[in-house]
């Protein structure tokens, strides 16, 4: 009877043993697949930023920066921050009139490849982003997004009435 309990305590211990290496090989599995696929994301954010970065710096940079500096003049700070060397490589449009929080505009560069235009105003995410392939990236498409953004941003600046009265 001992012998029997020992027997089957081995056998046991056999298949737990099984169970374990077979769980282990699957996690080396999952693991080698993450890294691989990590690798080849690095690899399309490196391909994409190097796409993206001329058209970006050709067309959306030189607009950015002539907006910033009028609506500086017109007394709304703005700024254009060049992030084409960070992942992922975009150029950032801030606008941040006194009193209220900045508002930006992301000119993000995505796989495809394309640009896509992402605004936060007032401190909030509008959820109508657009996305335009890289290759129609031109001088209508980003006036039209900074004009859309300038908008909502100064909207969100004007104070808002209540509805109490005195």
Known sequence: MLLESLHEVHDMSADNGAELTRILAAHREHV??????????????????????????????PLLREWSLRLGVEGYPASVEDRLGCRPPGLVFRLAPHGTPASSLTLACEAGPAVRF???????DLDDDLQTPLVELETGVVVEQLGRFVT???????????????
Do not use: Y
């Not at 990590?38 to 050709?58: D, K, T």
């Open 152 to 166: 909502a941003a100064l909207a969100a600046t004007i104070p808002r009435r209540s509805d109490c009265r005195p």
């Open 32 to 61: 080698a697949a993450a890294r691989a696929a990590a690798q080849q994301r690095a690899l399309n954010v490196e391909s994409v930023r190097h796409e993206c970065e001329a058209p970006l710096r050709r067309v959306a940079f």
């Open 118 to 124: 992402k605004m936060n105003v007032d401190g909030k």
